[in-house]
């Protein structure tokens, strides 16, 4: 007959078995899947002020690594613009005890936005360049980044610096993002260009030479790592659920590619720590668009 302890040990490792679960389980009850009832948008929506761009390879069918490379930035800023658009059509309209998780949403909105320019003129930029080699190909593009930096700047201040949730004047945040979003959308489209008309440089490399590897290497890896860089826990949701896989007949249905298993953890496993911010997306989490959270009850717009 087993004795007290050994009820006792048995009881606590059945405990101590049950935590990863009641874990896993807490977290996919605040999971975006759980959480939000996807309702297609009848009222303003995430693709304007800032108009979304038209991918190269959707527009020219070509193929080559530079407008493969192209088309996979501008999905990649299509959920930046996105992710604008969203915070400009709700910031006046979000109600007080909204306030805190659309202020975790900007601020990630922020990060992912920072952390993509500083990647690009780190990383990407300076590889391109040296398998061109051409220090000159982003010469514009480094200007332009410098023009909407200050805004940018301003933008994470004020945010940042609030003492209360409560203090958060939507009008306010909606004048400081006036400052910096003409040149912040010209740079985002014109980047696209830049690199798509890299094809046609002189020193393009040509498929089937080690440079041509290298280069298809250098997209690959950087665009694989540029969004989970900037934070697994927010950035990553955040692209995620501003990423309208519908748009261009269905053709980026599946991008970025992954395992579906990664895709559903990215969203609803790493997502739920902040799951309260993620009401505030344009997308619910099939890639779907939906409407705006704060613009439910906005009888016009």
């Not at 992912?112 to 320019?117: E, I, P, Y």
């Not at 200007?143 to 209360?164: C, D, M, Q, R, V």
């Not at 860089?229 to 501003?242: E, W």
Request: glycine fraction near 6%.
């Amino acid at each position: 007959m087993a004795g007290p302890n050994s009820t006792s040990s048995s009881t606590t490792t059945t405990v101590l078995l049950s935590i990863p679960f009641l874990i896993v389980a807490l977290l996919l009850i605040r999971a975006p899947t759980f959480t939000m009832t996807s309702v297609a948008p009848t009222k303003a929506w995430a693709d304007e002020p800032m108009k979304l761009i038209t991918t190269p390879q959707y527009a020219t069918k070509k193929t080559d690594i530079f407008t493969s490379g192209a088309t996979h930035m501008a999905l990649l800023h299509n959920s930046i613009f996105r992710g604008y658009n969203s915070i400009y059509q709700q910031a006046a309209h979000v109600a007080d005890q909204d306030k805190a998780d659309f202020i975790g949403y900007c601020l990630t909105w922020y990060r992912f936005v920072k952390s993509h320019h500083d990647d690009e003129e780190q990383s990407l930029f300076p590889k391109i360049e040296d398998l061109l080699q051409d220090k000159t190909v982003f010469e514009e593009t480094h200007k332009e980044h410098e023009a909407f930096l200050p805004g940018l700047a301003e933008f994470e201040k004020y945010l940042g610096g609030l003492k209360s949730p409560n203090d958060f004047s939507g009008n306010e945040l909606l004048r400081i993002m006036g400052t910096f979003q003409d040149s912040f959308s010209d740079h985002f489209h014109n980047e696209i260009s830049t690199i798509s008309k890299l094809s046609e440089h002189a020193n393009a490399p040509k498929e089937g030479t080690p440079e041509h590897t290298a280069a298809v290497t250098t997209f690959k890896t950087w665009g694989k790592a540029t969004v989970t860089k900037a934070g697994v826990t927010d950035c990553v949701p955040f692209f995620l659920l501003n990423l309208d896989r519908t748009v261009e007949d269905g053709m980026w249905a599946n991008w970025p590619p992954m395992p579906a298993p990664i895709k559903w953890g990215l969203v609803n496993i790493a997502g739920a720590l902040h799951s309260g911010w993620w009401k505030f997306s344009s997308c619910d989490a099939a890639g779907r668009p939906k409407e705006l959270w704060a613009l439910r009850n906005v009888d016009k717009l």
